[in-house]
T-cell receptor, first 113, second 115 residues
Framework: AQSVTQLDSHVSVSEGTPVLLRCNYSSSYSPSLFWYVQHPNKGLQLLLKYTSAATLVKGINGFEAEFKKSETSFHLTKPSAHMSDAAEYFCVVSDRNFNKFYFGSGTKLNVKP | DAGITQSPRHKVTETGTPVTLRCHQTENHRYMYWYRQDPGHGLRLIHYSYGVKDTDKGEVSDGYSVSRSKTEDFLLTLESATSSQTSVYFC??????????????FGPGTRLTVL
């Protein structure tokens, strides 16, 4: 069975400093992986996705993630945090047939001025 | 923004009553999903649809049923609501099941409280 573990429930950074949100996955096949962002009282929006092409994936708003099969990780990074990045971030893994999607429990990012 | 609406946006109901939530899309996307969001659990898939009258269960489908009689509408029904079904419900759509999985677009959510 597939599953996703987001290693930090809360991350706090200062504006202008790097962001690292950690995600490990478990899967018996080569999965597709996604990061979604949810701003307060809003729906979710796709940041980026990995679908077995390049292992370094670039997304919107300066975010990127690297797929590391040997470490079963898909960590999300950004070189310089902005106040508008404060939100909750979800790592997601697909099932084998790309019909179902399994969300991690989320990481809330706080950005301090 | 993808054209997805959910109704109602907020609902308070009592234990044992039936509840139907509606998801409406104007994108003509084939796939539609219902999720629930609870603190500490992220989003969990309840049911999904891959076409008109074609649906399948997700990981937390007990106590829920769905119907899709038209491409644009996907209904989620709680036959007899329980307090454990208090949650925020999100509808999502995607255009296809392309290799690797397609982007999902999410609605604004419905906050359901069961007393």
């Amino acid at each position: 069975a597939q599953s996703v573990t987001q290693l930090d429930s809360h991350v706090s950074v200062s504006e202008g400093t790097p962001v690292l949100l950690r995600c490990n996955y478990s899967s018996s096949y080569s999965p597709s992986l996604f990061w979604y962002v949810q701003h307060p009282n809003k729906g979710l929006q796709l940041l980026l996705k990995y679908t077995s092409a390049a292992t370094l994936v670039k997304g919107i708003n300066g975010f990127e993630a690297e797929f590391k099969k040997s470490e079963t990780s898909f960590h999300l990074t950004k070189p310089s945090a902005h106040m508008s990045d404060a939100a909750e971030y979800f790592c997601v893994v697909s099932d084998r047939n790309f019909n179902k999607f399994y969300f991690g429990s989320g990481t809330k990012l706080n950005v301090k001025p | 923004d993808a054209g997805i609406t959910q109704s109602p946006r907020h609902k308070v109901t009592e234990t044992g009553t039936p509840v139907t939530l509606r998801c409406h899309q104007t994108e003509n996307h084939r796939y539609m999903y219902w999720y629930r969001q609870d603190p500490g659990h992220g989003l969990r898939l309840i049911h999904y649809s891959y076409g008109v009258k074609d649906t399948d269960k997700g990981e937390v489908s007990d106590g829920y049923s769905v119907s899709r009689s038209k491409t644009e509408d996907f209904l989620l029904t709680l036959e007899s609501a329980t307090s454990s079904q208090t949650s925020v419900y999100f509808c999502a759509i995607s255009e296809s099941r392309s290799t690797g999985g397609d982007t999902q677009y999410f609605g604004p959510g419905t906050r359901l409280t069961v007393l």
